[in-house]
């Protein structure tokens, strides 16, 4: 239904930046909330940040806050997570979601389980 495809990932030294897009394609008019998750070796996943489209809401990770931003444009149905201050442990593979899910509490947007389209992922390795 939703077609996500990340882009912007790469090689950066600690305390640079990047920024990643998220581009999203198809029955897109539905999508109500967008996420980023990460994925490190032998890790978890990880909730990094959510936006709402609807009032502009934003969600962040603790290990994030203050480093990272996300935004949209709805025009060019992307969403993007601007990254300062890299970290080594912010290496990852980094993964958008999309969900058409409504009305829930914002703890939700947190959860893998809330989202149901899914990117391939970029990966970001920052070096010290």
């Known amino acids: 239904q939703v077609q996500l495809v990340e882009s912007g990932g790469g090689l950066v030294q600690a305390g640079g930046s990047l920024t990643l897009s998220c581009a999203a394609s198809?029955?897109?008019?539905?999508?109500?909330?967008v996420g980023w998750f990460r994925q490190a070796p032998g890790k978890e996943q990880e909730f990094v940040s959510a936006i709402k489209w609807s009032g502009s809401n934003t969600y962040y990770a603790d290990s994030v806050k203050g480093r990272f931003t996300i935004s949209g444009d709805n025009a060019r149905k992307t969403v993007y997570l601007q990254m300062n201050s890299l970290k080594p442990e912010d290496t990852a593979v980094y993964y958008c979601a999309a969900t058409e899910r409504t009305a829930l509490p914002d703890s939700w947007y947190r959860r893998f389980g809330t989202y149901f389209y899914w990117g391939q992922g970029t990966q970001v390795t920052v070096s010290s």
């Open positions: 198809g029955r897109t008019f539905s999508t109500y909330a």
